[in-house]
């Protein structure tokens, strides 16, 4: 892994804040484009605490530090840069936008990507922490398949808990959903609830118990303790940083109230020209392969974007002082109706009637003009 020491460009054709799956992917697709890419890595992966990556064709189960590991290796492949560092600040400049890293040193790039991933703020309550990542998950489709069958608990949150119990219901009959003082279920929803043969529990829950590093259960207020396997918890996701809102992008709260996110727009375009999101910074449900996808389009967005501004550039300068309309106007002034290949009727006149007739036909141009 590259580190803060290892030498920086002073401009980049791109930089990528973030070096998760997303970063890693537009990286590799700017960097096929020949482009010169940065990527700045934090180096705290959302899933560093998984046991492996699960929904990823062909990468079923893999580590997620290796899977990420094998990403830098293939971006710097095609020659990105990557360098374990934090972004400070993003400044707007006429050169596109200037990164400050917290080591103090700066470089430009002409866009910028933020593929900076999101934290998931966990309930404190004592023992689930340790337990994150373990015995104590979140995602159905990431990790339902690895405890199907098992008791396992859902930790009321919020009004998605109900939803949640009922998600990984499909992987259990065995389901428990503890209300802990923070949810209320509707009329429909306890029908729902009772149907699928829920368990719900009353109280709010004072401790995720453990034995051995192993999840046994959690207690509620009540002292009552309930044997569980495995323990679903929805998490409140928030972006990592603020950086996007220094250049005018803000958060907004999701639907479903899950968190905060970043709006994009096609191809992980934003509002603001020039900077564009990929990953859960602006999806909060994306899974691993899902943010993988997006950043190869955000850096396939970015390369044709940059490609527009280059062409502009050689329209202008394949123009430059000999445009058609300056070319035209000298034309003009030179051969007045000649320039059409039209007789000038002055067939016979000499040469110096000649030019004062072109002289004349100039100067009205120029007065035209």
């Known amino acids: 892994m590259s580190t803060t020491s290892q030498p920086l460009q002073d401009r980049y054709d791109a930089v990528v804040v973030g070096g998760g799956a997303a970063g890693l992917s537009a990286a590799v697709t700017l960097s096929r484009a020949l482009r010169s890419v940065l990527v700045i890595d934090a180096g705290q992966p959302r899933n560093a605490a998984a046991r492996g990556v699960h929904g990823f064709l062909t990468r079923e189960g893999m580590n997620p530090l290796a899977l990420l590991d094998a ?155 309930f044997d569980l396997q495995a323990l679903a918890v929805g998490t409140r996701m928030e972006s990592r940083n603020d950086l996007p809102g220094s250049l005018g992008l803000t958060t907004q709260q999701h639907p479903s109230g899950m968190g905060h996110f970043i709006e994009p727009g096609p191809m992980g375009a934003t509002a603001v020209p020039g900077v564009y999101v990929a990953g859960n910074v602006s999806n909060l449900s994306a899974q691993v392969i899902v943010a993988a996808a997006e950043g190869t389009m955000a850096g396939a967005a970015i390369n044709a974007n940059l490609v527009e501004e280059e062409t502009a550039w050689a329209v202008e300068a394949h123009r430059g002082p000999f445009s058609a309309a300056s070319e035209a106007d000298v034309s003009a002034r030179v051969l007045g109706l000649r320039r059409h290949g039209l007789e000038d009727g002055l067939a016979g006149v000499s040469t110096a009637a000649r030019a004062a007739v072109d002289e004349a036909a100039g100067e009205g141009a120029r007065r035209a003009g």
């Open 71 to 225: 990403g830098r290796t293939e971006a710097e492949s095609y020659g990105a840069t990557i360098v374990r560092a934090e972004a400070e600040a993003v400044l707007r400049t006429s050169e596109g936008f200037d990164v400050v890293l917290t080591d103090g040193r700066s470089v430009t790039g002409r866009r910028i990507l933020f593929a900076t991933g999101l934290s998931d703020g966990l309930p404190e309550i004592p023992g689930l922490r340790e337990q994150w990542g373990a015995g104590v998950v979140h995602c159905p489709y990431c990790h339902g398949y690895e405890i199907r069958g098992q008791r396992i608990g859902v930790l009321g949150t919020g009004a998605l808990s109900v939803h949640q119990a009922l998600l990984f219901r499909q992987w259990s009959e065995d389901i428990t959903l503890f209300l802990n003082d923070s949810l209320t279920p509707t009329d429909e929803e306890w029908d729902r609830l009772a149907a699928r043969a829920v368990r719900v529990v009353q109280g709010v829950v004072t401790s995720v118990d453990s034995t051995g590093g192993i999840l046994t259960g959690v207690t509620v207020a009540s002292g009552h303790t």
